[in-house]
């Protein structure tokens, strides 16, 4: 009761949800914590820091302003401090999206590294923006800026993951659209579905960027991608994999991975699994990795007929083994994450069908564990939020014992965080700096054209 006592009136449903969550069958414990985020938070992200703590980042808008937010949050997930990243200038317009965000990654030195969108200041079309990488080498206090892609296009650039990769040096991938530019993107004319129009196809690209700002390594991974579906990636030792969704000549868009060898090579993409899942417009609905040691897990969605699937698999920096059936229904939405959890296992969140509403106008964000021998728990609902777009995308980090979890929720007033602590209710050792770190970074299900973001 003294949990629920500390609820308000309209968080009664969802704290008596977590309350019940903490005896199922999955021995998980979710409390419920608080946040610094104002009115109009959207868009968060969590990182996992060198001391054992969490950083979570967010946007907030206020009229035609935009600003990225930094909370540093203890082991426990309490708020120690919390600050401002950066806000757009009145000569600047940033590129706000549900499905594409910000995120933070802590380097091996100490530095944060982040990251906003901008619209290009050279184009008028909506869809032209640039990725600019900002970093403090003093935990939020100072932010330095640069454009991480210089191709020089007005063009779309984001969906960016980042991951330390060694001293000073942030390994930043992300899709870029400089193949995709047309005259109808300059002239700023819009496709349906609020995409843009594309004559060519994206590509994942990469580049290690140092504290000077100095770029190097610059590749293209992969040159024809899915257009809007949001990358993930992790160090594996002295590699590094991401995965993401491709695309091939006759749309098939099934997910693959690369490995990035310690001279900086990346190999031939490969499939995660053989979906075969062909759709003519991009499902805003990418991948999720997490690494525990040696050991993989990827998770994604896909679809067969009209059911969409969320679907996982364990592996190693080779690939990936038999896949693992998650949920599947015509009211799942996917929107997957994933983060190494306790004792060689693995926790998944996704967006399913919520079994208390038969009118699919609400969806449930779940949870479930994935121990060493690839037994899926069962699932935990945490919350019912209604479906749609501004739910955006629920995201998670682990020290090791310690899992958080964040979302958006809209309200009246807009939108707000919700943020809880999923620890295992069999494990009495409290979350703390000797947790075992596993480095790990991190970056609506849509049938329309595909043209660029949502």
Request: glycine share 10%; charged share 20%; aromatic share 6%.
């Amino acid at each position: 009761m003294a949990v629920v006592d500390r609820c308000t009136a309209r968080r009664l449903l969802a704290c008596a949800l977590l309350i019940a969550s903490s005896v199922a069958e999955s021995a998980l414990t979710v409390t419920p914590l608080s946040t610094p985020s104002g009115a109009n938070a959207a868009q968060p992200a969590l990182a996992a820091d060198r001391d054992g703590g969490f950083i979570l980042t967010w946007q907030e808008k206020s009229g035609d302003s935009a600003s990225l937010r930094f909370a540093k949050l203890d082991p426990a997930g309490k708020v120690q401090r919390s600050g401002l990243i950066a806000a757009s200038a009145p000569d600047q317009s940033w590129f706000i999206n549900w499905a594409d965000f910000p995120s933070l990654s802590v380097l091996d030195n100490g530095d944060w590294v982040s990251f906003w969108l901008q619209k290009s200041a050279a184009s008028a079309s909506p869809y032209a923006y640039d990725i600019y990488l900002t970093r403090s080498t003093d935990q939020g206090r100072q932010w330095s800026a640069r454009l991480l892609n210089g191709d020089g296009t007005a063009s779309e650039h984001g969906f960016v993951s980042l991951l330390p990769a060694g001293g000073d040096q942030v390994l930043a991938l992300w899709l870029d659209g400089r193949h995709s530019a047309s005259p109808e993107i300059a002239m700023g004319e819009a496709a349906a579905d609020d995409h843009a129009p594309h004559a060519g196809a994206m590509s994942l690209r990469s580049a290690l960027v140092d504290r000077l700002g100095r770029s190097t390594q610059e590749t293209e991974i992969d040159a024809r991608t899915c257009d809007c579906c949001n990358t993930d990636a992790v160090r594996i030792g002295d590699q590094t994999m991401v995965v993401y969704r491709d695309r091939s000549e006759d749309e098939i868009r099934d997910t693959r991975f690369s490995v990035r060898d310690p001279r900086g090579h990346w190999s031939a993409p490969q499939l995660v699994h053989a979906d075969h899942w062909r759709i003519a417009g991009c499902p805003v609905n990418g991948p999720a990795l997490a690494v525990h040691g040696k050991r993989l897990l990827g998770v994604w969605v896909t679809m067969q007929g009209e059911q969409l699937q969320v679907r996982a698999a364990l592996g190693d920096r080779s690939g990936f083994g038999p896949m693992i059936e998650i949920e599947s229904g015509t009211e799942t939405q996917g929107r997957v994450d994933a983060a190494a959890f306790g004792n060689q296992s693995f926790l998944l969140s996704w967006l399913g069908a919520d079994a208390s509403d038969s009118g699919g106008t609400h969806t449930a964000i779940k949870i479930a564990r994935l121990d060493r021998h690839g037994k899926l728990h069962p699932a935990q609902t945490l919350v019912s939020l209604p479906a749609g777009r501004n739910t955006g995308f629920p995201r998670m980090a682990s020290n090791g014992n310690t899992a958080l979890l964040v979302w958006t929720e809209p309200n009246a007033e807009g939108s707000v965080l919700q943020l809880v602590r999923i620890t295992d209710a069999n494990n009495s050792a409290e979350p703390g700096p000797s947790s075992p770190k596993y480095p790990r970074s991190k970056p609506d299900f849509d049938r329309g054209s595909d043209s660029g973001r949502p």
